[in-house]
């Protein structure tokens, strides 16, 4: 069995930073990508960023430039560096693992608000 779990949400002026974790545990393979998504309400789900265990990263255009996704495999942990955000970056952010043989697991969120 495979546990995924955020931590690191909160509450942000616009312009602040804020960093995501993300920690899985359990039956880990070796070759695996780890995501970012968000949802707002009335949104559907997008994914904001995506790195492989070979770190091959992935960003909407959206946060390009501003949100750094990072891994420490070691530790089965994915982080999510958030600077410069934007209103329109408030959502509940969800982190994804996805493994071979179509695994796929979601944490159970992490709020996250920037307010103007």
């Known amino acids: 069995q495979v546990q995924v779990v955020e931590s690191g949400g909160g509450l942000v002026q616009a312009g602040g930073s804020l960093r995501l974790s993300c920690a899985a545990s359990?039956?880990?393979?070796?070759?695996?990508?780890m995501g970012w998504y968000r949802q707002s309400p009335g949104k559907q789900r997008e994914l904001v960023a995506s790195i492989s265990s070979v770190h091959i990263t992935y960003y909407a255009v959206s946060v390009k430039g501003r949100f750094t996704i990072s891994r420490d495999n070691a530790k089965n942990t994915m982080y999510l560096q958030m600077n410069s955000l934007k209103p329109e970056d408030t959502a509940t952010y969800y982190c994804?693992?996805?493994?071979?043989?179509?695994?796929?697991?979601w944490g159970q969120g992490t709020q996250v608000t920037v307010s103007s």
């Open positions: 359990g039956s880990i393979v070796r070759f695996n990508v």
């Open positions: 994804n693992l996805k493994q071979p043989g179509a695994d796929n697991y």
